[in-house]
Each structure stands twice: as C-alpha cells, then as structure tokens.
C-alpha cells in the first residue's frame, strides 16, 4: 500500500528545465503511468515550481513509455473509499494549477489518456497527440462521475452534445476523432509527439512576450465566464496596460535588427 499511495513520488513524476521549457513526466512506464494521489500532489507541486521560475516559459506535459497516463491506479480503486477519499484535493483550485499558471502548458499525448487523466489533459492549453494514442473518459463504466473538472472543460472544447457522449458513453477514441472534435489540437507520426511539443512550446519560449503569453492565457480563461461586452471591455483595458510594456518596442527592434527578440520576464508578484 505504501508504494501505491506514492511514497517515491518524485521519481513517479519527473522534471527537468531546459532551454526554457520545463518538462513533467508521469513515470511509471510499467503502470502505463497510473496516477496516485501523491502522483497528483506531485504534479500540483511541479507546475507551481515551473510557474515560478524565470528560467521557464512554458511547460510539456508528457508520460514516460507508451502511455500519457491510463487513470488512477487500479489497485487503489479495489482498496475502497477511504483510500480513494485521497485522491480528493484540499482545495478545489488545486487540480486547475496548469490552467492557473501564467505559462503555457502543452500535452504530449503518447499513449492511452483514460479517467481521471481527463483532468489533466484538458487543463493543458494546447494538447498534441500521438498518432496511436487513444482517450476514452471512462467513468461512467466504472460507476464514477466527470472528475477533477472535466465536465465543465469538455463542453468548452467540444461543445456540449459532444463533451456528453463522450461522458456518458465513456467509449474509446482514436487520436484522429479526438482531433475531429477539438480534443486536440494535432496528431503527429507515433515516435515524435514529445519532440513536436518540444519544439512547439520552445517556439513560444524563445518568440512569444511572457508578459503576452501570460496576459492572453488568463483572458481566453476569463472570457469563457464573461458577457461579449465584459469580454470586450477587459480587452480594452488590457490593451492599454500592453502598451506600456516594453516588449512592444522590443519585437519592433528585433524585426528591424532581423534577430529573435529578448523579452525579459515579468515579475513573479
């Protein structure tokens, strides 16, 4: 039991920063990266981590072998509800940190995304897919509700017929249906996902304002909530305060210089 609840919890979610972008991954190849609850704490703890650091400016997120992450671990479901009870978060909040950090969050989607999984692929901003993988929702098979948000998400991306029949069928689908619906956002050749999101998310850390990218990341959460005119007058407001940045003036000289632009990151406060 101790080993399923997640003692080596670091070593069951790795990180690592490079060239400006972190990388989670759910490491428990054998497991097919089955979550446990310190798995999630862990999780919770890395993207805080990612969004804290200056040296990051935007994050991957992955699972190690040929799974992005099959749910919660199928021995603790058998184990009865109060181990269960554990996968309960403190605060409500707290499986939303990859939607509430500044930075933007991509899934490489390598392998099966099943159950509670769900609710951290959709809390990526942007999800790229494995050419096999596959995603099913699962929980109505298993006498389960829509778990860590995901009703409320799907119906954003997929639009609520779709985000419902996935829900209730909890059937299994390909990458290119997923990729139909809006669940993601493309589908590589199997073997490259990690290296495409890579690829796509240092783009973002090397081209792209962290001030913008935070700013614009926060808005699209924000307008989903909001009237058309709420929406439009924060647009006005945050078009003012953009302008006041330096990052501007930096992209117009780095045009004129024919070089990459060198945008400071904002304050952490």
């Given at each position: 039991m101790t080993d399923l609840l997640?003692?080596?919890?670091?070593?069951?979610?790795?990180?690592?920063?490079?060239?400006?972008v972190a990388t989670i991954t759910l490491n428990r190849p054998e497991k097919r990266n089955a979550l446990t609850p310190a798995m999630v704490d862990r999780y919770v703890e890395l993207m805080h981590e990612a969004d804290d650091d200056p040296a990051v400016r935007?994050?991957?997120?992955?699972?190690?072998?040929?799974?992005?992450?099959?749910?919660?671990d199928l021995g603790?479901?058998?184990?009865?509800?109060?181990?269960?009870?554990?996968?309960?978060?403190?605060?409500?909040?707290?499986?939303?940190?990859?939607?509430?950090?500044?930075?933007?969050?991509?899934?490489?989607?390598?392998?099966?995304?099943?159950g509670i999984a769900f609710g951290l692929l959709v809390g990526a901003d942007v999800r790229i897919a494995s050419q096999d993988a596959t995603f099913a929702t699962m929980f109505a098979r298993l006498g389960l509700v829509a778990e860590y948000n995901t009703s409320w998400m799907l119906q954003r991306l997929l639009g609520l017929?779709?985000?419902m029949e996935l829900l209730l069928s909890g059937r299994t689908i390909d990458a290119d249906e997923a990729h139909r619906l809006g669940l993601v956002q493309r589908v590589v050749p199997?073997?490259?996902?990690?290296?495409?999101?890579?690829?796509?998310a240092r783009d973002l850390a090397h081209n792209c304002s962290p001030r913008?990218?935070?700013a614009i990341k926060s808005q699209v959460y924000a307008d989903a909530e909001r009237s058309r005119g709420?929406?439009?007058a924060a647009s006005v407001r945050l078009m003012g305060e953009s302008f006041g940045w330096p990052d501007l003036a930096e992209a117009i000289l780095a045009r004129q210089e024919k070089r990459p632009p060198n945008f400071s990151a904002p304050s952490s406060s």
């Open positions: 997640g003692d080596n919890r670091v070593d069951a979610v790795r990180y690592e920063v490079a060239d400006g935007a994050i991957v997120l992955t699972g190690a072998g040929k799974g992005f992450c099959s749910g919660a603790l479901l058998a184990e009865g509800e109060e181990t269960l009870r554990k996968f309960l978060p403190g605060t409500p909040a707290t499986v939303d940190a990859a939607i509430r950090t500044r930075k933007p969050v991509v899934a490489a989607v390598n392998g099966a995304v099943a017929p779709n985000a199997a073997g490259t996902v990690l290296s495409a999101a890579l690829d796509y913008s990218l935070a709420e929406a439009l």
